[in-house]
């Protein structure tokens, strides 16, 4: 069974501003953040413990999981539910991530 994927507001933003800032660098760049990013929805939908729990910085784990994408430095951060998965933010490695997850 494959669950239903929802991509919060936020997350939505995170895309559409990292796809642009990787358009304006590399010619292409957009759209292989965008083919991997889809691969990592198709995944979870079908997988949703394939990302790993996050844990925040003093080590308490948290509900929110974390799937890497494999070939650009950006992850993925999402929930489960036995129907969904929520993608809350889509970030790149570099971010202050801790602070930007704490938002949520």
């Known amino acids: 069974m494959s669950l239903d994927l929802t991509i919060r507001p936020r997350a939505r ?36 413990a394939f990302g790993q729990p996050w844990q925040t910085p003093t080590g308490e784990l948290t509900d929110i999981r974390r799937a890497v994408l494999p070939r650009l430095p950006y992850s993925v951060f999402y929930r489960t539910s036995a129907t969904t998965i929520d993608v809350i933010r889509v970030l790149h490695h570099a971010q202050d ?6 938002d949520v």
Do not use: K, V
Not at 26 to 34: C, K, L, Q
């Open 13 to 48: 933003q995170d895309i559409t501003e990292h796809t642009a800032y990787l358009d304006d660098h590399t010619a292409n760049a957009g759209d292989r953040f965008i083919a991997e990013l889809e691969h990592i929805f198709d995944r979870l939908t079908t997988f949703p």
């Open 97 to 102: 991530i801790p602070s930007l997850i704490e």
